[in-house]
Structure formats: structure tokens, C-alpha cells
């Protein structure tokens, strides 16, 4: 068990909701960004001495901008629908947590200040002032919400809390009361091309080191590309995979199937990031900055594709977002989506039958899969609504022999969040994260404990790290974290590879048929 | 007396309209820069419309929530759809509409009186969950109460007026119906039925300043009206696109 210094809550059969407890949570704020983390991003270094004017300005450019902003603060009828829905308060308890107190916090101001009923009668409606100390209260409460729309899904209205958690963040960051994990982060993309900060060199190094291992293991060169020109794929990855355990048993299978599908591809160095934290401050404009580095480099380089590995808010703005923040994409291939998920494309793979794959090669473990909340409820896969929950629970079927789904109620649309979204996956929030996995934690150790599942795959790089952290807090085991495309590259045999029991061979072949 | 609610309803529709009006244009005129529909989400305009008609008919999200929420919600909300169309009586006169669109609200209006009933039930359920469950208790304000008591009153006077103390629905029909053809008539002056019309016209005044905007919410917000197809089509606010403009890189 890891040591904490909170109290790690207790696994039971059951998440039962809990009874409120006011200000459990009021004591936890992440660390404020370095002056140069805002000025880096275009925001002010420090708190601005106007901030009470420059606040409201924000809100009210916001509202105008966005009308999910100005629907959801008008629309919410206090039915209490969300109120159970949000992992962070069924792990902590904080009514704060709530989806709808969350909103609450911006709400209340917005009503003092634009709506008839809150200028004139503001207690009747719940408006309040806007003070300093709201602005601290806003700074601790959305950020600790991972944006992970479960409670949308829920809401009579979809209100999706996450559309108003970027509004904060933005006018936080507007009045130079940034947070340092996501600012930094972005800055880091904008110097030197991805959120871990790793240069060219450095990257090319690795992508050497991963072609001698592949090699060394199965004696096929299979090539990791940087910077080809004229390559047919843009592979286009979160910066994890480079070198954190497990993702980049995942990249080595990305570029396994890439190799047996037989397409050219390259990575970038310039765009060397899928992650796009943009999303998580609400900037649009940091957004459609970092975006655009992917656009740059598939002009540059002349590819005509481009494909994503495993991340799930990084898909989200590579699906949802790409097409209009870095459109037209008009000088690519119209014969396949822009982007495209490696998911989807192993999957088109696997369907024709270019892949040999050995099944066995997974059966020491017993999987189960976590949807990312980005995947599940903000992107798609394939043409079918609903193929991002199915593709990739097809694609870990296709390779593993045992497979078992945990319980209905917190998969697909109403998965539930890993506890590290949103730009919360810094030491500075471990409290929030570890008591925020009680719900994942709980379904998964359900599916141990009857189902005698061994490991979860994921296919969400911020999913993986937390998972990796978290674990260890509720009695697991931090190697019980798996990618999807390692277990695709655990059994994919590649065209000339020799079996380590050669005599077996025949009889795999044709179990990859079957 | 007449006059005196003559003018205030009146006044009341002109603000109800004029309000929502106004709202609906804010709602329609502000732009949503990015595609952000809660997946699963229909790939075609006509799934968003069957998607949309689930939620308003049937509260599709709440069902998956809470049942109980959803139950009395439901009820309520259904039983002040049926009384409404039954109100329809009081303003339209039969020989201003043809045959084929009078005859359905001809055929509900018994049934409009078990409607009553069941909005008002809906109402008490809704008002009890507010008070008994800590979390929505915590999250309502006064104004979530009133709400309640609001509806709720008008929902008992005029359902005292229909099994208590009749009022001269002949009288009440000529008055409103002489209200929008412009001409005075004269208001049976019942207790009931002035408290039933004062409630009526309060709700009218407040609904586009208050919650009740979630009525035409509903149909604007993103999550749930926007088709799931980024990548096939760009998507692209105005003031997007002037930054577009800006650097072309
Ligand atoms: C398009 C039509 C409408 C739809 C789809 C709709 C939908 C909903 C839903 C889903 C809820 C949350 C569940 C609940 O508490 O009942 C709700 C609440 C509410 N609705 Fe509506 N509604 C509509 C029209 C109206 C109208 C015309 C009124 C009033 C005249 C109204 C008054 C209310 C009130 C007061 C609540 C809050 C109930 C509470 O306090 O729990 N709604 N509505
Ligand atoms: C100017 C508008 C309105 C007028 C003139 C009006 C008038 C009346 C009258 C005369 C009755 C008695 C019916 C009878 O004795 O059979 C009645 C009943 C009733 N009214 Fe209204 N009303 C109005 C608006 C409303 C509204 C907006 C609501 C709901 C929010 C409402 C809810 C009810 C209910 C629940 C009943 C009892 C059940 C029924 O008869 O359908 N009324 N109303
Ligand atoms: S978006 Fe997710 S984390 Fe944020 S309030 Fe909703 S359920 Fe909680
Ligand atoms: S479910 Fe939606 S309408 Fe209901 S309280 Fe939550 S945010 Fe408000």
C-alpha cells in the first residue's frame, strides 16, 4: 500500500452514495502556475489588480461565444439528476462536487450580475457577489473535475459540467490565475513539441532503442519512423508512449500492425504530441495553437493520413475538434477519415485478415476494459454511433482468449472517469485523484474478485499513468494496467517471425484463422 | 375586476412572448464554436430529431438517472400537457380552427381531468424529494420551492374549481376568448378562480427570467442537438473563422 497523507477510501461491494459532508474538499487546490507558465500561453503573469471587472468581461465574452455556456447556466432546474453521478463526489462527498454545485459556482455569479432575478432578488435565486474568495473556490472546485461528461449523460438537458470547468479555467487564466500543470504543459508544446519535453534527439534515440528491442525479440526489423517525408501515415501519439511504462508496449504494437498492414508512416518530432491541453483550460486559442502544429507537419511532410494512437482526450480533439480547429484537410486522402484511431485502423486490419495473430500469447491474464471517458462520450469510431465502445472491446477480443466486461453501470457512455482527467494528473492533486478512482476501483476489483480478471486495458495515455499511480493506494498491483496494442502486439506474429516453440506453430496458424 | 385582469393578462402574455422571444433569439444568435454532441449520438439530422423528441416526451436522460425523479417529473409535466390542451377550450373558439385539429382536443378532455390529479401528485412527489434528499436539498434555492408551491397552487384551485366550487366556464370561456378579439366581457368573480388566474399570470411574468427556460433549452443545447459528423463535415463558428483569417498557416 502507498503511504497517503489522507485517508484512502475503503472498497465495498457497492459505491453507496454518500451523505454530504460541506468543505471536504475545500482544502485542496492544485499549484498556481509561474508567471511565465500565463505569459507563454498569451495570459497575464500574476492575479491583475481589475480582476473583479476583468472576471465578469470574461463571463460575459464567454457566454456570447459559446452558447452551450449560456444554455446550461439558464437551463438547470435543480432536478438533482447529476448529483449522484460524479465519481469525485461519490469518492469524496464534498456537495461541491456535485455536477450541479459545481455549476453552481459560476451560476451564482452569473445570475448577480446578468440575469433580472439575480440583480434584483439575489437570494431568492442563490446569486452571490463575486468576491476573492470566489474566485479561490472556483480555482479548488473545477479543478477537481475531470471533465469527463458523465454527468451530461445523465442530465434532462445533457448540461455538461465540463463545458463549464473550461469556462472557469478560462477566466481564471484570463485574470492570470492560471494552474501550473496544464500551462506549463501547453508550454512545453509550443517550445519544443511535446508535453514531456522530449527534443528531437532525444526521440530518435528512443524510437532506435524500441527498433533493436523489436528486433532482438522477434528478429524482424520493424522500423519506427521520425520525420519521413512522403510517408503515406502521420502517426501522431501522446508523448507518454516515447517512454513510460505501459504505453510504450503500446507504441511497439502500434508499429507492429503499421508494419504488417505494410503502409509507410512517420512520426513527427515537431508534432510530437496527441495530447492537446488546450481543451482542458477552455482555451480555444491554445487549442487551435497546438492543433495546428499537426496540420503544419502533414502539410510539410506531405502525408496522406493521419492517424492517432492511444489517448482519449487527444481523440477527442483529434475527432471532434481537428477538422475545425486545423481544417480543411482537403490535401489528404478523401478515401479515409481525418484522423483516423490506430484503433480503428488495426481493427480494418484485423477484419482482413492481414494480421497473424496468436491468441494464446495472452493467457496468463484475464482482461477487462475501461473505457475512457473521452472515447465513450465525446468521440466515435467507425461509422456507428456507439464504435468506440465496440471497436476496441472487438479488437482485445480478437486478441485475447479471456475477456470479461465489468459492470453495466459504470462502461461505455456511463464509464467512469480514471480519476486523473482534465489536467488533474499532478502529485499537487493526489488527494482528489486517488478518492476520485473509487468507483473504477470498486467495479474493477468486483470483476476480480467473480471474474477472476487480472488486468484492465486502456487506451488513454493520462488513464494508463493514474492507473499506475492509483492502484498501489487500493491494494493492486500497478502492472495490472495494460494498452490495448500491447496485447495486440503480445500476440500478433509477424510475417517471417519465428515462434519461440516452432512445433506449436501450425496449430496457431490455424487458431488465428478460426 | 374585469378590466383589472384584462390588462394584466395583457401585460402578462406581452412579457411571456416578448421574454421568450428574446431568449430563443440569444439562444439561436450565439454560436457553438465546437462539435461537442454526448456520444453515443445520432450520425443524422433526423436521429437528432428523434433523439430531441425522446428527451422532451419521454425524459430519456432523467429515466437512465433517477426513477423516482423521473416518475414524478413525468407526471407532472404529462398531467400539465393534457390540462393544457384542455385549457384550449377557454381561448379557441371551435369555429375559428377546422374539424380535424379541434377533434383530438375534444377527445382528451376527460381524460384532462385525471391530469390534474396527476400534476398536481408529480408536484408533491417533486416537492417532497427537494426537501428529504440532502443532495437536492442542498443544491435548491428558495426560488426552486416556490417553483413548486406555485404550480402547485394553481394546479389545487383548479381542480377546486372542477369537483368544489364550480365557476361559470361559459362566462370564463366568453371573457378570454373576448380578450383576444379585444372586446371587454365579465369575469365570474370566484375565489378560485382569481386566485387560479393571479398564480397564472405570476408564472407567466417570471417564466423567460427563470428556470423554466429550460424549455427552450432543451432544444439548443449542444450535447444533445448536434449531429455526430465532424469528420465529415467542418464545422466552424464565425468568430472562428476570422481567426482563421488572421494567420493562414
Ligand atoms: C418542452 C417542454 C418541457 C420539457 C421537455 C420539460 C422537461 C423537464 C424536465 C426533464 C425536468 C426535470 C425533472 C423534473 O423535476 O420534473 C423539468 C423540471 C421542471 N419543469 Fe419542465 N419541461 C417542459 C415544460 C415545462 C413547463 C411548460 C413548465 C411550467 C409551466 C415546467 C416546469 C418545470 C418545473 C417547475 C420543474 C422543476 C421541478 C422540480 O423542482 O423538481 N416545465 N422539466
Ligand atoms: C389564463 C389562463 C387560465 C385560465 C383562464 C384557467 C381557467 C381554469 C378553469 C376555469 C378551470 C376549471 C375547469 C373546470 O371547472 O372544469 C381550470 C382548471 C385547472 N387549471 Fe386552469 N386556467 C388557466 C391557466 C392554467 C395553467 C397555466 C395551469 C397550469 C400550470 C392550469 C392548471 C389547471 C388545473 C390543473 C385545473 C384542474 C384540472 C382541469 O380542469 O383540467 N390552469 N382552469
Ligand atoms: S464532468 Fe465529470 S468530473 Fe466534472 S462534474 Fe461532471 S461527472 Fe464530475
Ligand atoms: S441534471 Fe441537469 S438540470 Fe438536473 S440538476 Fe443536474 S445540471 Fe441541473
Known amino acids: 500500500m502507498a503511504k497517503a497523507k489522507f485517508d484512502v477510501p475503503e472498497l465495498t461491494e457497492y459505491v453507496d452514495v454518500p451523505a454530504i459532508a460541506e468543505g471536504a474538499m475545500a482544502h485542496l487546490s492544485p499549484f498556481v502556475a509561474k508567471p511565465e507558465n500565463n505569459t507563454d500561453l498569451g495570459f497575464p503573469g500574476e492575479l491583475v489588480d481589475d480582476w473583479h471587472d476583468k472576471t465578469l468581461e470574461k463571463l460575459n465574452d464567454l457566454r456570447k461565444r459559446y452558447r452551450s455556456l449560456q444554455v446550461y447556466l439558464d437551463a438547470c432546474v435543480k432536478c438533482g439528476s447529476c448529483t449522484d453521478k460524479c465519481h469525485y463526489f461519490l469518492g469524496t462527498a464534498d456537495p461541491k462536487n456535485m455536477p450541479v454545485a459545481r455549476q453552481d459556482l459560476l451560476r451564482k455569479v452569473y445570475r448577480r450580475y446578468f440575469t433580472f432575478a439575480g440583480k434584483y432578488f439575489p437570494k431568492l435565486v442563490g446569486a452571490e457577489d463575486l468576491t476573492r474568495e470566489t474566485l479561490d473556490e472556483w480555482y479548488s472546485y473545477y479543478h477537481q473535475c475531470s471533465q469527463c461528461r458523465r454527468c451530461s449523460v445523465f442530465c434532462p438537458y445533457g448540461i455538461d459540467t465540463a463545458e463549464i470547468s473550461m469556462a472557469a479555467r478560462e477566466i481564471l487564466d484570463s485574470i492570470g490565475y492560471g494552474q501550473k500543470y496544464c500551462n506549463e504543459i501547453i508550454a512545453k508544446v509550443y517550445k519544443i513539441g511535446n508535453n514531456l519535453g522530449l527534443p528531437k534527439g532525444a526521440l530518435a534515440d528512443t524510437l532506435e532503442g524500441l527498433e533493436e528491442d523489436v528486433e532482438e525479440e522477434t528478429g524482424i526489423a520493424v522500423k519506427f519512423p521520425l520525420d519521413v517525408k512522403g510517408a503515406d501515415i502521420l502517426l501522431i501519439t501522446p508523448s507518454a508512449d516515447f517512454f513510460a511504462e505501459p504505453h510504450v508496449d503500446g507504441l511497439i504494437g502500434y508499429g507492429k500492425v503499421l508494419h504488417e498492414a505494410g503502409v509507410s508512416w512517420t512520426l513527427s518530432s515537431y508534432a510530437s504530441e496527441a495530447a492537446n491541453f488546450g481543451m482542458f483550460i477552455g482555451s480555444y486559442e491554445n487549442m487551435r495553437r497546438v492543433s495546428r502544429r499537426i496540420r503544419k507537419v502533414a502539410l510539410d511532410l506531405g502525408v496522406k493520413r493521419i492517424v492517432f494512437g492511444e489517448c482519449g482526450h487527444a481523440w477527442r480533439v483529434a475527432y471532434s475538434f481537428l477538422n475545425t480547429l486545423a481544417g480543411p484537410f482537403d490535401f489528404l486522402d478523401p478515401d479515409y477519415p481525418v484522423p483516423q484511431h490506430i484503433m480503428e485502423f488495426t481493427w480494418d486490419q484485423i477484419q482482413k485478415g492481414n494480421l497473424n495473430i496468436d491468441k494464446s500469447a495472452n493467457d496468463d491474464m484475464t482482461l477487462t476494459f475501461h473505457d475512457s471517458c473521452n472515447v465513450a462520450r465525446a468521440t466515435r469510431m467507425g461509422d456507428k454511433p456507439g464504435g468506440q465502445i465496440e471497436i476496441p472491446r472487438n479488437v482485445i477480443k480478437a486478441v485475447c482468449n479471456n475477456y470479461v466486461d465489468m459492470h453495466h453501470e459504470t462502461i461505455g457512455e456511463k464509464t467512469f472517469c480514471c480519476g486523473g482527467g482534465g489536467g488533474l494528473l499532478t502529485d499537487d492533486l493526489m488527494e482528489i485523484r486517488v478518492k476520485g478512482a473509487l468507483p473504477r476501483m470498486t467495479a474493477l476489483k468486483n470483476v476480480m474478485e467473480e471474474e477472476g480478471v487480472t488486468h484492465m486495458a486502456a487506451i488513454c495515455a493520462i488513464c494508463k499513468s493514474q492507473f499506475t499511480k492509483v492502484l498501489p493506494y487500493f491494494g493492486m498491483d500497478m502492472d495490472q494496467i495494460v494498452c490495448v496494442h500491447q496485447l495486440v502486439s503480445n500476440a500478433i506474429i509477424l510475417t517471417g517471425q519465428k515462434t519461440e516453440d516452432d512445433a506449436q506453430e501450425g496449430e496457431e496458424a490455424q487458431e488465428a484463422e478460426a | ?249
Open chain 2, 1 to 249: 375586476m374585469s378590466f383589472f385582469f384584462a390588462m394584466l393578462f395583457y401585460v402578462a402574455a406581452l412579457i411571456l412572448v416578448l421574454g421568450l422571444a428574446r431568449k430563443i433569439f440569444q439562444y439561436a444568435w450565439t454560436p457553438a464554436p465546437l462539435k461537442i454532441p454526448t456520444t453515443p449520438a445520432p450520425v443524422t439530422r433526423s436521429g437528432v430529431v428523434l433523439r430531441l423528441f425522446r428527451e422532451v416526451v419521454f425524459f430519456e436522460s432523467l429515466f437512465k438517472s433517477t426513477k423516482w425523479t423521473w416518475i414524478f417529473g413525468w407526471m407532472f409535466h404529462m398531467g400539465l400537457f393534457l390540462v393544457l390542451l384542455r385549457h384550449l377550450r377557454y381561448f379557441v373558439d371551435p369555429a375559428w380552427v377546422p374539424t380535424w385539429v379541434w377533434l383530438p382536443i375534444e377527445l382528451i378532455q376527460p381524460f384532462g381531468i385525471y391530469a390534474g390529479f396527476a400534476m398536481v401528485v408529480g408536484l408533491i412527489g417533486l416537492f417532497l424529494r427537494r426537501i428529504f434528499v440532502d443532495r437536492v436539498r442542498y443544491i435548491s434555492a428558495p426560488s426552486d420551492y416556490l417553483w413548486l408551491i406555485l404550480l402547485f397552487f394553481i394546479g389545487f384551485s383548479g381542480l377546486m374549481m372542477q369537483f368544489v366550487s364550480h365557476t361559470d366556464i361559459v362566462m370564463v370561456k366568453q371573457y378570454f376568448t373576448g380578450l383576444l378579439t379585444y372586446s371587454q366581457g365579465e369575469l365570474p368573480v370566484d375565489f378560485p378562480l382569481i386566485v387560479h388566474l393571479l398564480l397564472v399570470a405570476v408564472l407567466m411574468i417570471l417564466f423567460p427570467f427563470s428556470k423554466l427556460l429550460h424549455v427552450p433549452g432543451i432544444f439548443f443545447s449542444p450535447s444533445r442537438n448536434q449531429v455526430d459528423n465532424p469528420r465529415e463535415k467542418r464545422h466552424i463558428a464565425r468568430w472562428a473563422k476570422a481567426l482563421d483569417k488572421q494567420e493562414t498557416n
